[in-house]
């Protein structure tokens, strides 16, 4: 599909012309060169060899390459939203029908994992990437969770999050509801704290974000900013006890997860605050050897690529932000790259994005659609669902 792209953009096909690629591209594409620059400078920096920066490299263009990569195919290839959408939903339908044989497995206790892809001789980031189980156990408290097709079980609920929008999008009632469930089951099967939490944010914040210039918004806005005032005591402590419930749901998880952005802040604050260490490296026995920077997108980039590679991701997102809110009050696909860059801004502070855009890239490429399409002042067309 990058080929094609491409191919689309060099000889000016499809009614495209050669500068036909959206800003929102372009920003994405300079974004994620200056992450690979800092990639670089950082292992010239520490002195750690071709061969070590060559591997990166290769992690690079695995990852954070496909940031851009699918941007760009959803903005040249004209690829209908409508497709994604569907497509999305009979994977949804699949994930039920299997369902029932996850959970007997686990009744069972079938053996897990059932194998490991000898796919894994090729290299990787590690065995759990390639492993095949039809239930898991968590770590922490003994409890069954499931990953699906993700290689652990909050990545699973990543890519349930963005299957929820497209099944939100979807304009049959039947695979609309068939998406929705899959989703959410899927998010409780997981065992993922933050995944409950998209489900209502994305909703609730799109609808808010989509909606700014109706009047009714800015009336909802005022009462409830009035109201929110005199109860803000009361809101605070609520806001206080959910977040206490939330932390303690998996205590174990949230210590690791505090004691993991603890040392890479420190480590980037003292050692290599411009453009990172380069490399990852596993931590001390307090984080269960984990990997210093996971489970955080910023951090990580913190920690890997300094504040290079932390602006290098912040700068594209926030310009998407701010493209799909304006594009979005008139224009329904907009609304669903709303919502997608909206499940993947709270992803970035529970998993590492890059290491899972080979599975949420669905999502990118209808950003992608989104950034090609014209804005279309709201003020002075009535709204449309534009398809």
């Known amino acids: 599909m990058f080929f094609m792209a491409v191919k689309t953009w060099v000889r000016g096909e499809g009614g495209f012309r050669r500068d036909g690629v959206p800003t929102g591209v372009h920003v994405w594409t300079l974004g994620m060169g200056f992450m690979l620059a800092a990639l670089v400078l950082a292992h010239l920096d520490y002195g750690l060899g071709a061969g070590m920066l060559i591997k990166s490299m290769i992690g690079w263009a695995k990852g954070w390459a496909l940031m851009f990569v699918f941007p760009f ?18 994977l949804a339908l699949q994930t039920l029908l299997l369902v029932p044989v996850f959970i007997l497995a686990a009744v069972v206790n079938a053996p897990h994992p059932l194998y490991t892809s000898p796919l894994q001789i090729v290299g990787g980031p590690g065995p759990e990437y390639f492993m095949v189980e039809l239930y898991g156990i968590d770590d922490t408290n003994g409890a069954k969770r499931w990953r699906f097709f993700a290689p652990w079980s909050p990545a699973a609920a990543f890519v349930a999050n963005i299957a929820f929008v497209f099944a ?14 899959s989703s ?113 997108t910023w951090y990580g980039l913190l920690y890997v690529k300094g504040i290079v590679g932390l602006l290098a991701l912040a700068v594209p997102m926030a310009w998407t932000w701010i493209e799909m809110i304006a594009k979005s ?10 919502a997608i860059i909206i499940v993947i801004s709270f992803y970035t502070f529970g998993e590492n994005l890059e290491i899972l855009a080979y599975l949420f890239w669905p999502g990118l490429v209808v950003v992608g659609v989104a950034m090609q399409r014209p804005f279309r002042n709201p003020l002075r067309r009535p709204l449309q669902g534009y398809e």
């Open 73 to 90: 195919i959803g903005a040249m290839l004209r690829i209908r939203a409508s497709i994604v959408y569907r497509a999305s939903n009979i």
């Open 329 to 338: 009050q008139a224009d329904r696909v907009a609304r669903a790259g709303l």
């Open 168 to 181: 939100l999008y979807d304009k049959d009632k039947f695979w609309r509801r068939i998406g929705i469930v």
């Open 184 to 296: 959410i089951v899927v998010c409780v099967m997981s065992a993922s704290r933050i995944a409950l939490v998209v489900v209502p944010g994305v909703i609730g914040l799109t609808l808010v974000l989509a909606n700014l210039t109706r009047p009714v918004t800015a009336a909802v806005g005022a009462a409830g900013g009035t109201i929110g005032g005199f109860a803000l005591p009361q809101i605070l402590y609520v806001v206080d006890l959910l977040t206490q419930r939330f932390n303690s749901a998996r205590a174990d998880s949230t210590r690791v997860r505090a004691y993991l952005r603890s040392i890479a802040l420190h480590r980037w604050q003292t050692e290599a605050p411009l453009v990172g260490h380069g490399i990852v490296e596993r931590g001390p026995k307090i984080v269960e050897y984990m990997p210093i920077g996971s489970h955080h």
